[in-house]
Antibody, heavy 123, light 111 residues
Framework: QVQLQQSGPGLVKPSQTLSLTCAIS??????????WNWIRQSPSRGLEWLGR?????????DYAVSVKSRITINPDTSKNQFSLQLNSVTPEDTAVYYC?????????????WGQGTLVTVSS | QSVLTQPPSVSGAPGRRVTISCTGS?????????VHWYQHLPGTAPKLLIY???NRPSGVPDRFSGSKSGTSASLAITGLQAEDEADYYC???????????FGGGTKLTVL
């Protein structure tokens, strides 16, 4: 059974960097048919896919247009986890952040999801 | 402002049937991309309910069913139970945005 365990601070100051980690058990971050995603949910924006990292003989990343200039998702094969960094945050980035796996096509479903991390951007 | 449109709320009495619609466009559902559905209870991780328009993962009761036609999809829940009270979200892929998109969510109230 695949499980995703998130960690990271729940409070970030405006203009600073939001950093979260998602530890994987029961699967491998470098699995050739999986992609590892970050999604957030806020009252104003609903559920919003942020981006993904995946391995297909080499590492690739895809990012949502809305955050493309500020986001980095990195795999860590030594710890079997992946991370999210979102730079220059504003209160608009306040949301519950989830990590999630997709197997197969990029058009497929997210399963499982991490437990979610509420990140508040405030001074 | 969500790419996929869902009704904000639906309700039904125990034992009854409800449906939740998910309307997209020619760049997502209408382009042939599959629709997936999630059940979300506050404070928990979203749970996959239906994948590939109409398929149920192991463990999901057959009271839940999904369908897709044109630029829309629907989730039907029969034999409503109190435990079904939750938020439900649809998800698809959008070729214009080059990424996954979600509906705004529908709150189901069991009367």
């Amino acid at each position: 059974q695949v499980q995703l365990q998130q960690s990271g601070p729940g409070l970030v100051k405006p203009s600073q960097t939001l950093s979260l980690t998602c530890a994987i058990s029961g699967d491998t971050v470098s699995r050739n048919s999986a992609a590892w995603n970050w999604i957030r949910q806020s009252p104003s924006r609903g559920l919003e896919w942020l981006g993904r990292t995946y391995y297909r003989s080499k590492w690739y990343n895809d990012y949502a247009v809305s955050v493309k200039s500020r986001i980095t998702i990195n795999p860590d094969t030594s710890k079997n986890q992946f991370s999210l960094q979102l730079n220059s945050v504003t209160p608009e980035d306040t949301a519950v952040y989830y990590c999630a796996r997709v197997v197969g096509s990029a058009y497929n479903w997210f399963d499982p999801w991490g437990q979610g991390t509420l990140v508040t951007v405030s001074s | 402002q969500s790419v996929l449109t869902q009704p904000p709320s639906v309700s039904g009495a125990p034992g009854r049937r409800v449906t939740i619609s998910c309307t997209g466009s020619s760049s997502n559902i209408g382009a042939g991309y599959d629709v997936h559905w999630y059940q979300h209870l506050p404070g928990t991780a979203p749970k996959l309910l239906i994948y590939g328009n109409s398929n149920r993962p192991s463990g999901v009761p057959d009271r839940f069913s999904g369908s897709k036609s044109g630029t829309s999809a629907s989730l039907a829940i029969t034999g409503l139970q109190a435990e079904d009270e939750a938020d439900y979200y649809c998800q698809s892929y959008d070729i214009s945005l080059s990424g996954s998109v979600f509906g705004g969510g529908t709150k189901l109230t069991v009367l």
